[in-house]
């Protein structure tokens, strides 16, 4: 006898329930869709219990004709498409059918909902799956669901989700990419009675974007407007001063689809290249605009995730866009005026100045720490080596919105102290600054195809075979970059050149640091940016160095012309900015 039957259709919902809703905020997330494909201006959301308890959504959208209302809960029913074809060009963010049967099979759900040319509304009540009360009822335009009891026959699902709390934090960060997504929609959550997030539906991003990031993070946010062949992309990205060690400030829209996807992450990343230290992650909110089919949105139940034709234009793309914005827009950090009057108490009241200026020792350890043990190139390298002429500088500083800058002096040995036209007073970091020349010159003759190198006395390392094997497997990037290694077997090694600024020999210590630092085995490229950097580090002037005028002026022309001039290789800012106005501020001449 055959043992192979259909799925009653409750059941099927069950199972449908445990990919499309598999958690209170998948719930909300799906309603609130829902109000958004139904046109609705106004959306609010409240939840109780984590969403366990309840979450009831009401909107002022188009409401369902009351026909409809029994057929919106069967499975595979939906206004959005007819045929497969329709999938191509779908702009709706539903479309499969699946959401109201799904959440109303694993509830207590009730809803009510009314078309502007009705008289009266429907209501309809299901537990579980089976439909308990459909009938009239007056109610206001749109539609209102609520979901009592999420869960409460999947008992194995409901153990699967741990605390409300959780639970509540995943429901707001899925409101919130909606309301990022649509600024047009007036969104309200409320969290057991209390309001968690209001947005006035202006229209305007910015309105938006302040109110989910906040306003303070606002300010550190440049716009981008970008437009190539594939993609329009507009939205914001942070200024180097605004980063985090996850990526919890990052959202991407496709096509107003709040989306997923590991490909955007890693362009916007890479944009960021040398304007942020390793494993931080710049702020973006950004909304792509591309020709619908050229996504395909149904590759995931609950279309977080989604698929693109042309993966490597659409990468390339985007980093440009946010390259331009980070190119156009000014990137210098601004001490701001509060910190500075607090700050002249503090060292009224105490400490040394080392205590004051955590950040500065913490440098000097750095330095010091491989410096001092590892004497290995000469501090002295002239600031006006590095092949940077002056006439192009000036060309360039307009483009990368460098000032033009005249130094006043040196602080600390450390800081040049430097005045803008504007009449702003301007701290670079020397050693970054420099840091930042020097490696921009490496590219250049590098790129150039001639970096100028110098044969030395030949010197004999030896390292472990696992370092060796790496130095072995690189060889021709050290090549490339000046330092000639010569195998002579048994894990040993002959250098025979460096590139001709470096004046003298890298250590065994730092050559191994350099060769174990990587963690992608493979990963060739990340060896030469990183001996390129380490390059320039060392052959850049120091903290605790003096300069004199003409060596300050040098520094910061050349400053100017490098490609990046706001932070070094290493990602770290080379200049900050305290405004005139902030001064007089401080000095209550204003
Ligand atoms: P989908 O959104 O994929 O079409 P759903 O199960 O989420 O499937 O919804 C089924 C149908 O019910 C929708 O196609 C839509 O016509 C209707 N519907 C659901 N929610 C609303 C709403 N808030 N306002 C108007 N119509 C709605
Ligand atoms: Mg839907």
């Not at 003759?445 to 497997?473: C, H, K």
């Not at 903290?543 to 002026?553: G, P, R, V």
């Amino acid at each position: 006898m055959g043992r192979i039957h259909l799925l009653d259709e409750n059941t099927a919902n069950k199972i449908a329930a445990g990919e499309v809703v598999e958690r209170p905020a998948a719930v909300v997330k799906e309603l609130v869709e829902n109000a958004l494909d139904a046109g609705a201006n106004n959306i609010t959301i409240q939840i109780s219990g984590g969403g366990l308890e309840m979450i009831r959504v009401v909107d002022d959208g188009s409401g369902i004709a009351a026909e409809d209302v029994p057929l919106a809960l069967q499975r595979h029913a939906t206004s959005k498409i007819k045929t497969a074809d329709d999938l191509s060009a779908v702009l709706s963010l539903g479309f499969r059918g699946e959401a109201l049967p799904s959440i109303a099979s694993v509830s207590r759900f009730c809803l009510v909902t009314r078309q502007a040319d009705s008289l009266t509304g429907t209501e309809i009540i299901v537990h579980g799956g089976n439909i308990v009360r459909l009938e009239e009822a007056g109610c206001p335009v749109g539609t209102e669901v609520k979901v009592e009891d999420l869960f409460y026959n999947t008992p194995a699902r409901l153990k699967f989700i741990k605390s409300a709390a959780a639970e509540t934090a995943r429901i707001t960060a899925a409101v919130q990419r909606l309301a990022l997504a649509w600024p047009e929609v007036a969104f309200t959550l409320t969290v057991n009675g209390k309001n968690k997030l209001v947005t006035p539906g202006s229209g305007q991003r910015e309105d938006a974007v302040a109110q989910i990031l906040g306003r303070q993070n606002m300010r550190q946010l440049l716009p981008v407007q970008w437009t190539g062949s594939l993609l329009t992309l507009e939205g914001f990205v942070s200024k180097p001063s605004l980063s985090r060690a996850n990526r919890n400030l990052q959202y991407f829209f496709v096509n107003r689809r709040p989306i997923h996807s590991p490909l955007l992450l890693d362009a916007l990343q890479t944009a960021y290249h040398t304007l942020l230290p390793r494993h931080r992650f710049p702020a973006a909110v950004l909304y792509l605009v591309l020709d619908p089919a050229a996504v395909d949105v149904n590759v995931h139940p609950t279309k977080r995730e989604v698929r693109f034709t042309q993966e490597r234009d659409l990468y390339r793309q985007l980093m440009a866009g946010v390259k331009a914005a980070l190119k156009e827009n000014s990137l210098i950090g601004e001490l701001r005026a509060p910190s500075i009057s607090s700050a002249w108490q503090e060292i009224a009241v105490h400490a040394t100045q080392d205590e004051l200026m955590p950040e500065l020792v913490q440098r000097r350890k750095d330095d010091g720490g491989t410096h001092s043990s590892l004497p290995i190139f000469s501090p002295a390298v002239k600031v006006s080596e590095p092949p940077a002429a002056p006439t192009a500088a000036a060309g360039t500083a307009a483009k990368n919105n460098f000032p033009l800058l005249r130094p006043l002096g040196q602080y600390l040995a450390t800081y040049i102290l430097a005045q803008s036209d504007a009449g702003d007073l301007f701290l670079i970091d020397q050693h970054a600054a420099h840091e930042r020349i020097l490696y921009d010159a490496i590219k250049k003759d590098l790129s150039a195809g001639d970096l100028p190198v110098q044969s030395i006395i030949p010197q004999t390392f030896e390292f472990d075979a696992v370092t060796a094997a790496r130095l072995q497997d690189t060889l021709n990037n050290f090549a490339a970059l000046g330092l000639k290694f010569e195998t002579f077997g048994n894990n040993t090694f002959i250098l025979r050149s460096l590139p001709l600024f470096l004046k003298e020999i890298p250590s065994q210590e730092e050559l191994v640091e350099l060769l174990t630092q990587s963690k992608a085995e493979q990963d060739t490229m990340e060896i030469f940016e990183k001996t390129m950097q380490l390059m320039s580090c060392k052959a850049a002037i120091k903290a605790n160095q003096t300069l004199d005028k003409t060596e300050m002026s040098t520094l910061l022309t050349n400053l100017s012309a490098t490609t990046e001039p706001h932070t070094c290789p290493h990602g770290r800012p080379t200049v900050m900015v305290i405004t005139a106005q902030t001064v007089a501020r401080n000095f209550r001449r204003e």
